[in-house]
């Protein structure tokens, strides 16, 4: 059982686009949801992360959507560039002595 | 301040051996968390050390072990390989219970 899915699997974007990843959860418990960048032969690195308090949240180019209702969340890359080419994942958690729970993730490919 | 380190960074085994894994965590940090990340599967949870103590575990068989020292580093093991548990295995720290979680590049581990 997928506990969050994550589209699109792979992604290309003209360079100066916007990026769009999206994510779905069921588990009303969540109360976290971090992103993930993670370039080939290097561990994910934390981007920006959420909690439901608030629908948006943005650092730099990167801005998270959060729609509680729906039960989903987004990942925005503005201006996007060929150096963000890398695997995002989305991930998400309950309070207490819970994982995370990541997404598959999706293949971003910036071309100039 | 130093990353999370794993060690080894590659490692190639034949199937039934066993094999150790190590993970040092940022300083300060207690919690350590271990994945398990595939192409097919992508990050699978195996299992959260806090204060030296397994506070979860996720689905994998006994065959997937782990143990946290005073320090803080962590080991898991692995014993009678199988092919299918060649993949990445991530190390991740944080400071406490359900804080944000930090990353080590990985361990490849090929079975053959």
């Not at chain 1, 949801?33 to 290097?42: I, S």
């Not at chain 1, 150096?83 to 994982?99: E, I, L, R, V």
């Not at chain 2, 080894?8 to 085994?13: A, D, Q, V």
Request: proline share 5%; glycine share 10%.
């Amino acid at each position: 059982q997928q506990q969050v899915k994550q589209s699109p699997q792979s992604l290309i974007v003209q360079k100066g686009g916007i990026s769009i990843i999206n994510c779905a959860y069921e588990n009303t418990a969540f109360d976290y949801f971090p992103w993930y960048q993670q370039f080939p032969g290097k561990g994910p690195a934390l981007l920006i992360a959420i909690r439901p308090d608030v629908s948006e949240k943005k650092e730099g180019r990167f801005t998270i959507s959060f729609n509680k209702s729906a039960k989903q969340f987004s990942l925005h890359i503005m201006d996007s560039q060929p150096g963000d080419s890398a695997t995002y994942f989305c991930a998400a958690k309950a309070t207490g002595n819970t994982p995370l729970v990541f997404g598959k993730g999706t293949r971003l490919s910036v071309i100039a | 301040k130093a990353g999370v380190t794993q060690t080894p960074r590659y490692l190639i085994k034949t199937r039934g051996q066993q094999v150790t894994l190590s993970c040092s965590p940022i300083s300060g940090h207690r919690s350590v968390s271990w994945y398990q990340q595939t192409p097919g599967q992508g990050l699978q949870f195996l299992f959260e050390y806090f204060s030296e103590t397994q506070r979860n575990k996720g689905n994998f068989p006994g065959r997937f072990s782990g143990r946290q020292f005073s320090n803080s580093r962590s080991e898991m093991n692995v014993s009678t390989l199988e092919l299918g548990d060649s993949a990445l295995y991530l190390c991740a720290s944080s400071f406490g219970q359900g804080g944000e979680q930090y990353f080590g590049p990985g361990t490849r581990l090929t079975v053959t």
